[in-house]
């Protein structure tokens, strides 16, 4: 009879270019992956916080303690730099006797690096990771973004298109359009005023 354990599966992919792969016991080999207990350079995972639901305009979270093997490495960790790193998690179901993967593992979350936080003491170092769903980027807000020619050469570096843009204009920008107005020539028809864009006459459509 095939006996199974479950496993946990950790991958967080670091906006430097470096990947770890860890596992919560031994190792677990994954396609072309390996995920390990021990990272050479960060260490274990020491603990892990339940998640927590957000309210409002608060995203679910959660913490998460590795025990690295320096401050130097930690260090890397707490560069902002780092801050939006990928990290996925799964639950695999492992045969017992040959530690294969069986199916698919099942994804039990996908977010980034929020917050890193070293914490040393006597014999102590850790460093807590605050975890958030990716969307945690809808929330960013862009209040520096306006309709000039400076911000839109920064979004399109080299677009001239705004360089002679010089009049004021009222826009609606993140919003309905305000009602508007067309001005156009007033034609007189009949001794009554009609506006020739708004309402043309029949026999001028």
Request: include cysteine; charge should be negative; aromatic fraction near 8%.
């Amino acid at each position: 009879m095939r006996r199974l354990r479950l496993s946990g599966l950790c991958k967080l992919e670091l906006r430097d270019g470096r990947t770890l792969r860890l596992c919560d016991g031994g190792w677990v080999p994954w396609g072309a992956e390996k995920f390990v207990a021990r990272d050479a350079t960060f260490g274990i995972i020491g603990s892990m916080e339940s998640f927590e639901e957000g309210v409002g305009d608060e995203v679910p979270a959660f913490s998460l303690t590795f025990l690295p093997v320096s401050t130097a490495a930690a260090a890397d960790l707490v560069a902002p730099g780092m801050q939006g790193s990928r990290l996925r998690l799964w639950i695999a179901e492992l045969d017992d006797l040959t530690g294969q993967i069986i199916g698919d593992p099942d994804q039990k979350f996908d977010g980034q690096l929020d917050q890193a936080t070293l914490v040393t003491g006597l014999r102590k170092r850790e460093l807590r990771l605050s975890i958030v769903p990716r969307g945690e980027r809808f929330f960013d807000a862009n209040d520096g973004n306006n309709l000039s020619d400076t911000f839109h050469k920064y979004i399109y570096p080299g677009e001239r298109g705004e360089e002679n843009a010089v009049d004021s204009v009222s826009v609606a920008w993140g919003t309905e359009a305000a009602p508007g107005t067309n001005s156009g020539t007033f034609i007189i028809y009949g001794g009554s005023a009609t506006n020739a864009i708004n309402a043309p006459r029949f026999d001028n459509v």
